[in-house]
Structures are given as structure tokens and as C-alpha cells.
């Protein structure tokens, strides 16, 4: 065992730093946070190639004497607590005391801050040296410019990601921070280009107003209860209305962004009844929550808290949604299994004809929504193959046989390995069917979603989908495949555009399918009639390699017959 040795301060420096600052957005984040810290009421940033050239955070707040302006960069030096109590009710964003030390490390760095009057001054860092401190007259504020972050950390700058892809990180943080923050005016820029400035308003719903429009208001209803000292307000998705994915789900603990799982599994079960079965609630709330009841000092980035009493904060998120439905006092409860109410012709003809294929080889029959399975249905029928439905178990599987043994299938896992062998067959002609939007769709984009769309869109384009600008945040769906529902089509368009944005898809087509056929494909907890089931079975036994869905899940389970003899002990013959 080699001896053990004490790192240098140099070395433990930049693995402290590590921990808080990962990429571009980690700093945007600390540095708008001091920010907010310092009441500012504009807070304007400005990033070149993504936040890896430079990052800019002007704020109008307090500023610093230059004093403190010297002191902020030493490790773990912090004007907002004093004492080990106060780590108990911390009202502040940041309260740490290393975001700059750890930021300065890392890059070089320029901090300008004044107190306001004639007073200022300008502090030079680069990585861990001071380089120069001047005095400069300034406006109250502070500006602290981050450039070349890592340049002396080769190792981090190798994870980093294209400058639209990291850009688009800081858009998505800030959309959501200024949503918490929305009487404070907030700006970002790229380079020469602006990418959103909303000026301070009143309320949350103007603020929603301003990023993303007037299509996500409508949609919203909103929410507001108290209960034993927590209150819960925002806007959650008024039912039926919902979207097919929950990147739309932003949940504040005391005004601070976080991924909660309490918060969301209420959310989620709260709407669990108000909307079908593949639709998920869209949501801002906001709890606020005891200082003393909540800890935020579990994660070093603080995007996560824990909470004393988990239960109640389950309760009080769960019990706000119940309640603002109430107030809505228009829920329509939407059972599965109904045919939508503006079903295309398309439609009606599968539903009138489920199991076909009427004539195109990309149909969806399945998702025809064919007739409730009805009792007294004829007993399976042989399939080619030799493989004969049974029934169907738990809404979710198909219980087939043949000569060789027995067949749970997953049904939703089969039905898009099933469509997804015929959207790769349509992708390889590059042909795909596409239908022409005769009203076109429109729908209003966050930042970070104009990024992905505008880096992805030639991949968006060969499979189906055209959108074009239609002003401001503003898009319009002009085209999308055939094989879509007009109402369907904006719901699918944006969850494979939130796919992207989670970078699982790597500007691949086949993925970008995968996705498309998992969103298209009957879902577990749909009743199947038998003629479905027959269909999706007989598709399923002509592939190839009928067992691995395109995302490499299992799609079947399978008993031997000769296993089964095996264990009931029963002679093979
Ligand atoms: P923390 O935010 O956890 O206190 P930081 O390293 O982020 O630690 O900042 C250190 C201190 O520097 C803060 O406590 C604050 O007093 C001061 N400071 C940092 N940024 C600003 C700013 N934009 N305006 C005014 N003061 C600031
Ligand atoms: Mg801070």
C-alpha cells in the first residue's frame, strides 16, 4: 500500500471545485443565484460557444465594497449564514460560500462590482492567482465574467458537449429560475443573437405568458392551498389537457428549482384519474415550505432538499391539484378506451375494421381504438405460424399458445417493435408518407426547445415532420408522417422533440423512430378485442427476431413445452 500524502491546496482546490462547477450551466446557475441573493432586479446574461468561451452575469444588485469583493473568492466565505443554526433556515439561494472560489479556480475570471456613488473595483483572477485589482468607477452591480472555463482542467473540458447543446442547458435553467424570479427582468444571448429578454412582471402568469406563451396559459388552471404551515400555489394542466411526456413538470421548494420525487409522484397520482391514460400533467408549482422543515444542503448543485415530513408535502401538492379541479368545476373524466371525439376518417375505418391492414403497410391498427373486447367472442383463432391468441391478461399482456409452448407478450412492447420494423422500412426509402397539415399546427416553444429544433431539424425533416418559423417563439407544423392523428400529431412532435432535447438520440434516425413507434404504440392497460390481438400477434411472429423491442426490452416470455411436461412431470410425446 503506497503511503498516504495530503494533496496540494492547488489539487484539493480544483476537486472541490468539481463538485459544484461540472459545465457551462453550473456557473450560470451560482452566478445568477448571487444575483438574485443581491436583490437584483435585472439580471442579464451572455454566453459565446455555449458558456465554454465566455459567460457574462450583469445584475443591478447590491454589489460588493471591495473588501468583501476580495474575501468572496476564498473558499467557503459567505455573507448570507454565520453560524451552524443557521444552516437550518436558509432563505438565500446560495449560503455555501464556494460557487466563486470554485468557479475561479477553474477559468479566468473578471469580477466589477460597486456599491454604488463613485466607488468600485475590478478584480483580475486566473485559475487560482490573483492577477490584478483596480479601482473603476461603475453603476451599482455586479458583472462577473468567466472565461475559458477549464482551461486548466483538461480532463472536464473533454465531457463537454457542442455549444448548442450546452447553450441550451443555461436557456432551460434560466427559463425555469425565471419563472420563480418573475418580477426580476431576465435576458440571454448568444454571441450576437438574443435568445429571450423578459422584462420583470407582477405575477406568475404573466411571467408563463412571456416564455412560453398564450397556448400554455389557456391550458393551465391554477392552484392554491394551505394546509399545517405549507401552502402550495401555481398551475398544473386543467384536465383533460396534457401533454404525452413530463418534460413539462417544474416543481420550487421556497422559490428554488428543484427534481423532487414527493412533489412529483403527487402531482402524477393527483392527475392519475383526470387524464388518459397516456397523457401527463403539465405543471409550475411552487411550495412553500418551513425553512426549518426542509434541507437544502444534501446536494452540492442544491437541486435537491429532503424534507423532515415527506408525507405532508406528498399531501398538501396532491390536495392542491384535488382542490383547483374543484374550483375548474369542468373536469371531464375521460375513460381509455373512447374513441376520440374528432376521429378522422382514417380512423374510422380502422375502428371499423380492426386487425386490417386496409391495403398501406404502415397502419396502426391497434391504435385504431377498435371495439371494447366483447363478451362471448369467438375462441382463438390459428394464426399463421401456428400461434393462437388465448386472452388477454391484466390489460397489458397477450397469452398466446402454439405446438412449441406458451406466449406472454407484452403488448405495448410488441406493438411498437411491430411498427418500428415498418417506420425503418419506410425511413430506408427516405419516403415518408407525409400528410399535409391543412390548418397548420401552431404551438409556441421555450428557448431551449428552439435550440433543439433548429439544430435537429433536417433529422425532424426525413421522418415526416416540417415546422416552420411562424414569428417570435411561435411554430408552426406544417407537415408531419401520415400515419399520425391531426390530434396527435403537435402531442408526439413535442415529446420527440424533448427526446432529443435529453440527447439520448445523437441525430440518429433509427432512434428518433424508436421513439416515434414507442408513442404510437398501443399502451399497457388498453383492453385489446381479439381480432387486435390476433393481428398484432400474427405481425409480431413474421419479424425476424420477434423477442427484443427497439429499445432492447424483452417483448415476450416463453414456457417450452417441453418444460412444461418436465414439471408436471407428464411424459413428452
Ligand atoms: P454564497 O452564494 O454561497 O454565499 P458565493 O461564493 O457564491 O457563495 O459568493 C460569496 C459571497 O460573495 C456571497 O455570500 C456574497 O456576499 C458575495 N457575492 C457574490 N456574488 C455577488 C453579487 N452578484 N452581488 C453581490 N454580492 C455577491
Ligand atoms: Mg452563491
Given at each position: 500500500?503506497?503511503?498516504i500524502?495530503?494533496?496540494?491546496p492547488?489539487?484539493?482546490r ?9 459545465r457551462?450551466?453550473?456557473v450560470?446557475?451560482e452566478?445568477?443565484?448571487n444575483?438574485?441573493?443581491a436583490?437584483a432586479s ?6 459565446a460557444?455555449g458558456?465554454?468561451?465566455v459567460?457574462r452575469v450583469?445584475?443591478?444588485?447590491c454589489?460588493?465594497?471591495r473588501?468583501d469583493?476580495l474575501?468572496?473568492f476564498?473558499r467557503?466565505s ?7 443554526a ?7 439561494m446560495?449560503?455555501r ?5 470554485s468557479?475561479?479556480a477553474?477559468?479566468r ?5 460597486s456599491?454604488?456613488?463613485e ?7 486566473e485559475?487560482?492567482r490573483?492577477?490584478a485589482?483596480?479601482d ?7 458583472t462577473?465574467e468567466v ?6 482542467l483538461p480532463a ?8 448548442s ?7 432551460k435553467?434560466l ?5 420563480a424570479?418573475?418580477?426580476v ?11 429571450f429578454?423578459w ?12 416564455v ?11 392552484a392554491?392551498?394551505a394546509e ?7 398551475f398544473a ?9 413530463k418534460?413539462q413538470q ?15 409522484a ?5 392527475f ?5 391514460k ?6 409550475f408549482?411552487?411550495l412553500?415550505?418551513p ?7 444534501v446536494h452540492p448543485?442544491?437541486s435537491?432538499v ?22 375548474e368545476?369542468t373536469?371531464k373524466?375521460v375513460?381509455?378506451g373512447?374513441p ?8 374510422a375505418?380502422?375502428d ?12 396502426r391498427p391497434l391504435?385504431g381504438?377498435g371495439p371494447a373486447p ?8 390459428s394464426?399463421p ?8 391478461y ?8 402454439s ?9 405495448h412492447?410488441?406493438?411498437?417493435k411491430?411498427?418500428?420494423?415498418k417506420y425503418?422500412?419506410?425511413?430506408r ?6 400528410k399535409?397539415a391543412?390548418?397548420?399546427i401552431?404551438f409556441?416553444l421555450p428557448?431551449?426547445?428552439?435550440l ?9 425533416a426525413?421522418s415526416?415532420f416540417?415546422?416552420?418559423e411562424?414569428?417570435g ?7 408531419y408522417?401520415?400515419?399520425l392523428r391531426?390530434?396527435?400529431?403537435q402531442?408526439?412532435?413535442l415529446s420527440l422533440?424533448a427526446?432529443?432535447?435529453?440527447e439520448k438520440?445523437?441525430?440518429?434516425q ?6 416515434l413507434?414507442c408513442k404510437t404504440?398501443v ?6 378485442s381479439?381480432?387486435q390481438?390476433e393481428?398484432?400477434v400474427e ?9 427484443l423491442c427497439?429499445h432492447?426490452r424483452p ?9 412444461i ?5 407428464r411424459?413428452s410425446?
Open positions: 500500500m503506497p503511503k500524502a495530503l494533496l496540494s492547488e489539487v484539493s480544483k476537486i472541490a471545485a468539481g463538485e459544484v462547477i461540472e457551462p450551466f453550473s450560470v446557475k452566478l445568477v443565484e444575483s438574485l441573493d436583490g435585472s439580471v442579464r446574461v451572455e454566453l460557444a458558456g465554454k468561451g459567460i450583469r445584475d443591478d444588485g454589489g460588493m465594497s473588501e469583493a474575501l468572496a476564498e467557503h459567505t455573507s448570507k449564514i454565520r453560524e451552524e443557521d444552516l437550518e433556515r436558509i432563505a438565500t446560495g449560503f460560500g464556494e460557487a466563486l472560489a468557479i475561479g477553474v477559468s475570471l473578471t469580477l466589477r462590482t456599491e454604488g456613488g466607488g468600485g473595483v475590478e478584480i483580475e483572477r485559475g487560482d490573483l492577477a485589482v483596480r473603476a468607477g461603475l453603476p451599482r452591480g455586479t462577473v472565461r475559458d472555463l477549464f482551461f486548466n472536464r473540458l473533454k465531457f463537454l458537449k457542442s455549444d447543446s450546452e447553450l441550451s442547458q443555461s436557456a435553467w427559463t425555469s429560475i425565471a419563472c424570479f418573475f418580477e427582468a431576465f435576458s440571454l444571448s448568444h454571441g450576437p443573437r438574443q435568445l429578454s422584462p420583470g412582471v407582477r405575477t406568475l402568469k404573466e411571467r408563463l405568458y412571456q412560453y406563451g398564450k397556448d400554455l396559459v389557456d391550458r393551465l388552471m391554477e392554491d392551498y399545517g404551515g405549507s401552502r402550495v400555489f401555481g394542466s386543467r384536465p383533460p389537457s396534457g401533454r404525452a411526456d418534460s417544474f416543481f420550487y421548494v421556497n422559490r428554488r428549482p428543484v427534481k423532487d420525487r414527493i412533489m412529483q403527487a402531482l402524477n397520482q393527483a392519475r384519474p383526470l387524464l388518459e397516456n397523457q401527463c400533467a403539465e405543471a408549482l411552487f412553500e415550505h425553512l426549518g422543515e426542509v434541507d437544502v444542503n448543485a442544491k435537491e429532503r424534507f423532515r415530513d415527506s408525507q405532508a408535502v406528498f399531501r398538501v401538492v396532491q390536495r392542491s391539484i384535488d382542490k383547483a379541479v374543484l374550483d368545476g373536469v373524466v375513460p381509455f373512447q376520440p371525439e374528432t376521429a378522422s376518417p382514417r380512423a375505418v380502422e371499423a375494421r380492426p386487425g386490417q391492414l386496409i391495403g398501406d403497410p404502415y397502419a391504435a381504438r366483447a363478451a362471448g367472442e369467438r375462441p382463438g383463432v394464426q405460424g401456428g400461434v393462437r391468441v388465448l386472452g388477454q391484466l390489460a397489458m399482456y397477450i397469452v398466446a399458445s405446438e412449441d409452448g406458451i406466449f406472454v407478450i407484452d403488448q412492447n410488441a406493438h411498437e411491430v411498427l418500428f420494423e425503418k422500412e419506410i425511413g426509402d427516405k419516403l415518408w408518407p407525409r399535409l391543412l390548418i397548420p401552431l409556441d428557448p431551449s426547445d428552439v433543439s429544433l433548429e439544430e435537429n431539424r433536417d433529422l425532424l426525413a415526416g416540417r415546422v416552420e411562424a414569428g417563439r411561435t411554430y408552426a407544423l406544417k407537415e408522417p401520415d400515419i391531426d390530434e396527435e400529431a402531442n408526439i412532435f422533440l427526446e432529443i432535447k435529453r438520440l445523437d441525430g440518429r433509427d432512434k428518433l423512430l424508436a421513439t413507434a404504440a399502451k399497457a392497460g388498453e383492453p385489446l381479439r381480432p390481438m393481428h398484432l405481425e409480431l411472429f413474421r419479424l425476424p427476431r420477434p423477442g427497439p432492447g417483448v415476450l416470455l416463453r414456457m417450452d413445452r417441453g418444460q411436461d418436465k414439471s408436471l412431470r411424459p410425446n
